[in-house]
């Protein structure tokens, strides 16, 4: 979805990193670390899955439900993500 522009938005829970608007980030393929493009920033608002807006879903992946996107998540980072958990929703566009 990154590679064919449709996904302009991503959501990281559990995450350390103090990121802000203007941080340039890497995406990175999962399996070998390798760097696949670069984005910067636009914006970055904490919130919890239960209060994600429909701006906070719009440029992000869609699931066929509540329940599927809890078990994704919780399966991305190994630990229980329900409507409490706190989640990172940033904005981003590519950098050429």
Do not use: C
Not at 11 to 33: H, M, P, Q
Not at 61 to 84: A, L
Request: charged share 35%; hydrophobic share 30%; no cysteine.
């Amino acid at each position: 979805m990154i590679l064919s522009n449709t996904k302009d938005t991503t959501w990281r829970l559990f995450d350390d990193k103090d990121l802000s608007a203007g941080d340039e980030i890497s995406f990175l393929v999962w399996e070998t670390g390798e760097e696949f493009k670069r984005a910067k920033i636009l914006d970055v608002n904490e919130t919890t899955f239960g209060k994600l807006t429909d701006e906070d879903w719009n440029g992000h992946e869609k699931f066929e439900s509540e329940k599927e996107m809890y078990e994704t998540y919780s399966g991305y980072y190994h630990r229980p993500v329900d409507e409490n958990s706190p989640v990172k929703v940033i904005k981003f566009e590519l950098i050429k």
